[in-house]
């Protein structure tokens, strides 16, 4: 890892942000880690937003992405991030990590946000929480997502990892402002969801708010990577850049409606099971899986029909990708199928969302605030 992992981290705390204004600073502190500037220590900003602000991707189509009018009706405001990903809602019930540092040499995205996450995890640990990375941008409990993790590294060497921790949700809120292919399209789409994901206040039996969970995750991180953090406040320089980027791309209609080129398509597919029909509904970028939802009469959701789900996201739409994420986690024989019958299911709606791509919207996205796919 890099020599700015140890030593002393300056921690900035705030809350309220809105979306711009909360966007913008991130950018202005990676903008400090650049290698034209001279050496600065790592900074950790532990932060929330304003109720409510639905964040996009970098490379997604706004319309796509969010209802506007529900936007517009419940207050939440809308920017796009710098990074690649998926839409969230953040608000003062999730709480935002925004980590910059100098980017370490001769390492790969996917090793440093691995090990970056460790520290969000360690600070669940102190709330009596065991989180796992799993997938590609996930801390999961038992399955299920607790935090949306990401990493970006601009040309310029500096590096920004984010992570948003689910300290409660709204689950039918969410549902109202963002459009959610796979989930909306299933039948009861908030238990849909609430059997992919959890929070702290679930897993503690607690209420919690992102301010309340702030502390764990600040020792959390102190303790994972020895180190102090000492407090502190944005520069003048880093308050001055923030705001210029407010205006001159979060806050801007140019930058929030831009739109990628690639178009995303929704697919699904009907399998039959001896315990009854199961439907599997894909949404997919090009021919990559961005989610996949199984629904059925199920009691509770087969853990590895759970891992099949992780294992095709941001996989290739491919026979071969296919047949490894199906092996590898025995979901045919929890779902009592032929491995060729599951493999042909997820193809087949694979190829429903390729066909459909066309009509629908130009959309683009990597995962949640992860723009590398290699």
């Not at 140890?6 to 502190?29: H, K, N, Q, Y």
């Not at 989180?131 to 935090?147: P, T």
């Not at 300290?167 to 238990?191: C, N, R």
């Amino acid at each position: 890892m890099s020599e700015q992992l140890g030593g002393a981290w300056r921690l900035l705390v705030d809350d309220g942000a809105t979306a711009a204004r909360g966007l913008a600073l991130d950018e202005a502190l990676m903008a400090a880690q650049h290698r034209d500037q001279p050496p600065a220590p790592a900074t950790l900003r532990l932060y929330t937003y304003r109720d409510h602000a639905a964040l996009i991707g970098r490379y997604q189509h706004l319309d796509a992405e969010v209802d506007l009018q529900a936007c517009r009706a419940s207050g939440t405001q809308v920017s796009r991030r710098p990074t690649g990903g998926g839409a969230i809602i953040m608000g003062a019930a999730q709480l935002g990590v925004a980590l910059t540092m100098r980017a370490p040499a001769r390492q790969r995205p996917r090793q440093l946000i691995a090990e970056l996450s460790a520290g969000v995890a360690a600070g669940l640990a102190e709330l009596g929480i065991t989180a796992s990375f799993r997938g590609k941008n996930d801390l999961q409990v038992g399955g299920r997502k607790i935090a949306g993790l990401g990493l970006y590294v601009d040309d310029s060497g500096g590096l920004l990892f984010h992570a948003s921790v689910l300290a409660d949700l709204d689950v039918a809120f969410m549902l109202q402002v963002l459009a959610v292919p796979a989930a909306k399209l299933a039948d009861k789409a908030a238990a849909a969801v609430a059997e992919r994901v959890t929070t702290v206040s679930r897993e503690t039996g607690q209420g919690h708010t992102g301010a309340s969970i702030r502390e764990a995750i600040a020792t959390g991180f102190a303790k994972q990577f020895s180190l102090t953090l000492e407090p502190g406040e944005p520069s003048a320089a880093e308050r001055a850049l923030a705001e210029r980027l407010v205006g001159e791309r979060y806050a801007h209609t140019e930058w929030v409606r831009a739109s990628g080129r690639v178009p995303d398509g929704s697919g699904s597919a009907l399998l039959k099971t001896p315990a009854g029909l199961v439907r599997l509904y894909l949404a997919t970028h090009g021919d990559l899986v961005k989610s996949a939802v199984f629904t059925g009469d199920f009691n509770d959701l087969p853990d590895p029909v759970l891992a099949l789900e992780s294992a095709l996201r941001w996989d290739r739409l491919s026979v071969d990708a296919v047949t490894r994420s199906v092996r590898a986690t025995a979901a045919a024989g929890a779902l009592e199928v032929g491995e060729d019958a599951l493999i042909e299911a997820v193809l087949r709606a694979g190829r429903q969302a390729t066909t459909a791509a066309a009509a629908l919207p130009v959309r683009a996205t990597g995962s949640c605030y992860f723009p590398d796919q290699g």
